[in-house]
């Protein structure tokens, strides 16, 4: 579980320490989530933003397809990426 929905008050909840780098962005709580925020957004490129939003989107696993082979092999099943097609076309591996 990510912890960015906490931190930008959107979950309930106090579950979450506040590290001190967190904490170290500004005085009030306001201008913190603002500045992760912003952080956050520039760390990430849009390409792969797209990516991530995607896979997420389809249940799908990010990564080279070495991660991808270790996850199957940790769950012993493949995971796929059905591609968008006709019926009775095969599947597209998500690597």
């Known amino acids: 579980m ?5 931190r930008m008050g959107l979950n309930d909840g106090d579950w979450l320490d506040l590290d ?5 962005l500004a005085d009030s709580g ?10 956050v957004r520039e760390a990430i490129p ?8 995607d896979a997420l989107q389809r249940g799908q696993l990010t990564g080279n397809a070495r991660f ?3 996850v199957e ?3 012993g099943a493949r995971i796929e990426f059905r591609a968008r ?3 009775g076309n095969k599947a597209v591996h998500g690597k």
């Open 30 to 39: 306001e201008i913190c989530r603002h500045r992760y925020a912003r952080f």
């Open 46 to 53: 849009d390409d792969e933003l797209i990516l991530i939003r």
């Open 20 to 24: 001190p780098s967190y904490l170290g």
């Open 73 to 75: 092999t940790i769950l």
């Open 2 to 6: 990510s912890s960015y929905r906490q």
């Open 85 to 87: 097609s006709r019926p």
């Open 68 to 70: 991808v082979d270790e």
